[in-house]
């Protein structure tokens, strides 16, 4: 009987944000718009790090990495929705869908990464500046690491993933295809999956902000050694917007665990993830820009 309630997937059905058909134009100005400033901003954060022959360091090598890896999230999320508004279409392919699950993953493990990396570099300039240049040298195997633990990990998801049997209802109340809605969907056991996810989600979430709150907490204290308040304000001055950037990752990954944890409604879960995959990528580039 319960092979009979299964089907062989061939697409899903992304209800999106709202089934307000008066509310659509609006939605797809406003995604449009913050869709078109995150990949101009993060664009000419690129193009200014490649260009310019004085910021060839490895800080801005972090920062034209990060704006790199904002752009791809954006472009596997928003894009998609936009299609699916213009043309009054919610379907989505079972390989376009799993394709966005494995990217929605994947560029979240490379921001919290990529952020744990750039509070480590921030910790070594201010802390042991004669040998910055030394010690920060191997910039490009600390992004390749980044890269590869995100890849092996996200793929694991999808691999497990690949073993799940779905039933006749696939409608994901959601703007994208997101590994925890996918397996509501499922017939078959995502106990294996739920775990994984978890796991992953605790330990990139956890061990990653403590390097963080580390690399800080000792970039403090070599702060307060310094004897001149102009020392002190240009020594912190190079932190505010790493510290920016990441409150603001941080602060969105929460609001969306919280509203989740409190809230039964679909769209307000989808308008949280919305800030989550949106407005860090858009105004990244920004905090950036007026710092530097």
């Known amino acids: 009987m319960e ?12 209800l999106g944000l709202s089934e307000d058909l008066e509310l659509q134009p609006f939605i797809f100005g406003l995604f449009l718009s913050m869709y078109l400033v995150t990949v101009v901003g993060n664009l000419f954060i690129i193009l200014a790090v490649s260009s310019d022959p004085h910021l060839h360091t490895p800080m801005y090598f972090f920062i034209s990495n990060l704006s790199l890896v904002d752009i ?8 998609k929705m936009l299609v699916n508004i213009q043309t009054e279409k919610k379907a989505i392919s079972y390989m376009d869908c799993f394709t ?10 490379l921001d919290t990464l990529l952020l744990t990396v750039m509070a480590y570099d921030r910790f070594v300039a201010i802390c042991h500046p004669l040998r910055y ?10 992004v390749f690491t980044t890269w590869f633990v995100g890849v092996m990990l996200s793929l694991l998801h ?12 696939l409608e994901i109340p959601h703007f ?24 992953l989600t605790g330990v990139l979430g956890i061990f990653p902000l403590i390097g963080i709150l580390f690399s800080y ?25 790493h510290l920016s950037v990441v ?23 989808s308008i949280a993830s919305e800030m989550y995959t949106v407005v860090p990528p858009m105004l990244n580039p920004f905090i950036y820009s007026l710092r530097n």
């Open 176 to 199: 994208f295809c997101e590994l925890i809605k996918i397996l509501k969907v499922a017939c078959s056991d995502t106990f294996l999956n739920s775990t994984l996810m978890y796991f």
């Open 72 to 79: 791809c999230f954006s472009s596997i999320i928003v894009p």
């Open 217 to 241: 907490s000792r970039i403090v204290s070599s702060i307060r050694k310094i004897s001149s308040s102009r020392g002190k304000q240009k020594a912190f001055s190079t932190c505010v917007s």
């Open 100 to 109: 966005q699950v494995y990217f929605s993953m994947l560029f979240p493990i």
């Open 158 to 169: 999808i691999l497990l993933m690949m073993h799940l049997a779905f039933c006749k209802d």
């Open 247 to 269: 409150s603001l990752f941080y602060g969105a990954d929460v609001g969306v665990h919280f509203t989740s944890a409190v809230t039964h409604s679909p769209q307000k879960v």
């Open 3 to 14: 092979s009979e309630n299964q089907t062989r997937v061939v697409e899903f059905i992304l």
């Open 133 to 142: 240049m030394v010690i920060m040298n191997p910039r490009f195997l600390m």
